[in-house]
């Protein structure tokens, strides 16, 4: 099989990598091989990974390689190493969830969406960093160690899949699965510049993965662009008989339609809550700009009063934490004492909510559905800023002495759309002053993540931005 320079590997994405895979251009192993080499380069800067698979990547780019060669080409993640948030089960290997409590924890079966993405011959870097048990906004873990932004490395990633979002940003991999329950995806996505799909909730299979929060909890791609998140997702999405959240609905090519264009699409702008005074300034100016830009090349863009939205995050606490507890009740009477104190905290403050008020979150979600889905009628998608505030540093968001932390704002917008359980997608809409990342997230109708992707690929065929590698690491060797 051909070689190519690997030197230029490391920033390429699915799209990119797929033909030359397919054609022997370039080889499984070189490219894992290329991959292993940016992890050892640059994880103890950015500490993305908890485990790192190397013995056994190599041997399934082997096998890639000789399938590959043999003409039993699979289709476009042949080949391309993924990494996995660590709350994803992979049979005979640990799955802590960031945790002390389940540090001895060994998986006895793939979850569906590993099975889903070794049938389809990618091949398995290792486990992610991620915040404890997934129940956190900043990123930030005192006891696996901060993951730190490859674009300013005093800088929070945000989480919880923030190894996931790291290793993609900085080059380790092309691709990575995230969680997101309050927007676990789309907030890490947004604060290292790469684009994080939620997909419809039951679309992609649970089934493997920790629990957090099972009524709001989904699995999704994190990746250099929109058109890997839709490559992504012809692997993944599918009904699951093991998760019954699973949902029996048809499923599509999410590619057939990425290159249609923005023409005939109406876009929905909020006019409340999404642009108030609140967010930052240069982050409002990002959004609309790139609003202004799709309007300029054939989207309608349709002003929307949802006077009503701003009580979304609510209604996702309002349900998370009373289902966190559920979760971790038994564990948490057991083992109080290994979990950090941030996090027991958080789940401690679950159990003094008392049941009609997590019955009361209960309907005011069917509610907020309901005028959700209403206001929506007229358009195909929305967009909005990814999240309110600049990235954080570190150490503003770090707990001490009794001060919980900074960057409380960070899942103000992801978390109404956890409640609603639309598909929503963050993608890179330009940089800040001090040269951090922007978010502007595209949030359709259930199930139609192929219109949310379309626009998301027309976006990005119009700018760079996703294209610009980060500025406080390493280039590769």
């Not at 929060?213 to 994190?222: A, E, L, N, R, T």
Request: negative net charge.
């Amino acid at each position: 099989m051909a070689s190519i320079n690997n030197s230029n590997l490391a920033y390429k994405s699915v799209g990119e990598l797929a033909p030359l895979l397919e054609s022997g251009e370039l080889s499984p192993v070189d490219l894992t091989q290329s991959s292993l080499d940016r992890i050892a380069q640059l994880q103890s800067t950015l500490n993305a990974f908890l485990e790192v698979w190397e013995e056994s990547a190599l041997e399934d780019a082997r096998v890639a390689e000789a399938e590959i060669a043999a003409g039993r080409y699979l289709g476009p993640l042949h080949g391309i190493p993924v990494g996995l948030k660590d709350l994803i089960d992979v049979a005979g290997a640990k799955t802590t969830g960031g945790s002390r409590v389940l540090a001895n924890n060994m998986a006895t079966f793939d979850a569906t969406v590993v099975a889903k993405l070794r049938s389809a011959g990618a091949i398995f870097m290792g486990k992610l960093n991620l915040v404890e048990f997934a129940l956190g906004f900043t990123g930030l873990n005192s006891h696996t160690g901060d993951v730190k932004n490859p674009w300013n490395n005093e800088r929070i990633t945000a989480g919880s899949s923030s190894g996931s979002a790291a290793a993609v940003t900085a080059g380790m991999l092309p691709v990575s699965l995230g969680s997101d329950t309050g927007g676990s995806i789309r907030m890490p996505a947004a604060l290292c510049g790469i684009a994080g799909l939620k997909p419809t909730y039951g679309r992609v299979s649970r089934a493997g993965v920790l629990d957090l929060s099972w009524s709001m909890d989904h699995v999704g791609p994190m990746a250099r662009t929109t058109q890997d998140c839709a490559l992504m997702m012809n692997v993944l999405a599918g009904h699951d008989s093991r998760d019954p959240a699973s949902s029996a609905q048809p499923v599509p090519d999410f590619t057939e339609d990425l290159n249609g264009g923005l023409n005939g699409l109406k876009i929905g702008v909020p006019t409340d809550y999404f642009f108030d005074d609140f967010v930052d300034p240069e982050i409002g100016a990002s959004v609309h700009a790139s609003i202004e830009l799709m309007s300029a090349n054939g989207a309608e863009v349709v002003e929307l009063s949802m006077p009503w939205v701003d009580k979304g995050r609510a209604i996702n606490l309002g349900v998370l934490l009373p289902e966190a507890v559920s979760v971790h009740e038994k564990m948490l009477a057991k083992n109080a004492e290994q979990y950090t104190p941030a996090v027991r905290s958080r789940i401690q403050a679950g159990f003094n909510i008392p049941a009609i008020d997590y019955i009361r979150a209960k309907r005011a979600r069917l509610w907020f559905n309901q005028q959700m889905a209403t206001s929506m009628k007229r358009i195909d998608v929305l967009i909005t800023p990814s999240v309110p505030i600049q990235t954080p540093m570190i150490a503003e968001c770090t707990p001490s002495n009794g001060n919980p932390g900074g960057g409380g704002e960070i899942p103000m917008f992801t978390g109404v759309f956890d409640v609603t359980g639309q598909p929503s997608h963050s993608i890179p809409c330009g940089y800040t002053e001090d040269g951090m990342p922007i978010g502007m997230m595209i949030t359709g109708h259930p199930f139609d993540e192929k219109t949310v992707l379309r626009v998301g690929h027309a976006y990005e065929q119009l700018t760079d931005w996703q294209q610009r590698p980060p500025m406080d690491i390493p280039a590769p060797n």
